[in-house]
């Protein structure tokens, strides 16, 4: 079976544009979470979302949104992008809801640079 | 807000060698979670923690949850040059629906 897919892979913006980012999760899970990994840093939450609804936000500006779709699959949305956007934003899966108990299975990443 | 402190921040070993990385809370935690990230790499979980005291063993990984519930160790017996990369504790904040991860270990190996 795949695990969580996410593209692109690496993506080059300019400050003011805005960006999409995809992930496919694990067939079967219904839970998705996103994650912003600075380099140095540990990954930060942003979004989770479980049957197409918002279940969880972290401390992230408005510039950032998401959605889930029915096949479960995600994008995330950033907007107006800053330099410190700059991160390897990770995307992962898990079977449940309450997908902090089970085991999250993340994604390769897609690495954002924004010049 | 909440958080878990990890330390050391690096810990550079020669191959043979044991290695410790420690997470610690200011308040109780469920349960904790340790991921392994390889450079270059992304997260791969490891085990999750659940109660008082509770010891588990992977192989050379020993995972050790207080007694507290307020702190947490990864130890690893005899490192090996596979063993390179961050090491995350995580705590899982079920009413935010949110894991919170620390800074991380990253372990380097002299072989």
């Known amino acids: 079976d795949a695990g969580v897919t996410q593209s692109p892979t690496h993506l080059i913006k300019t400050r003011g544009q805005h960006v999409t980012l995809r992930c496919s999760p694990i067939?079967?899970?219904?839970?998705v979470s996103w994650y912003q990994q600075v380099l140095g840093q540990g990954p930060q939450f942003i979004f989770q979302y479980y049957e197409k609804e918002e279940r969880g936000r972290g401390n992230f500006p408005d510039r950032f949104s998401a959605r889930q779709f029915p096949n479960y699959s995600s994008e995330l949305n950033v907007n107006a992008l800053l330099l410190g956007d700059s991160a390897l934003y990770l995307c992962?899966?898990?079977?449940?809801?309450?997908?902090?108990?089970?085991?999250?299975?993340f994604g390769p990443g897609t690495r954002l640079t924004v010049l | 807000g909440q958080q878990v402190m990890q330390i050391p921040q690096y810990q550079h070993v020669q191959e043979g060698e044991d290695f410790t990385t420690y997470c610690n809370s200011s308040?109780?935690?469920?349960?904790i979670q340790w991921y392994k990230q390889r450079p270059g790499g992304h997260p791969v979980f490891l085990i999750q923690l659940v109660k008082s005291g509770e010891v588990k063993k992977q192989k050379r990984l020993t995972f050790q949850f207080g007694e507290a519930k307020k702190n947490s160790s990864l130890h690893i017996t005899a490192t090996q040059t596979t063993d390179v990369g961050t090491y995350f504790c995580a705590d899982p904040i079920q009413g935010a629906q949110k894991l919170v991860f620390g800074q991380g270990t990253r372990l380097t190996i002299n072989p």
């Open positions: 308040t109780t935690l469920s349960n």
């Open positions: 992962a899966s898990s079977l449940n809801q309450y997908g902090f108990t089970d085991t999250q299975y």
């Open positions: 067939s079967g899970h219904k839970s």
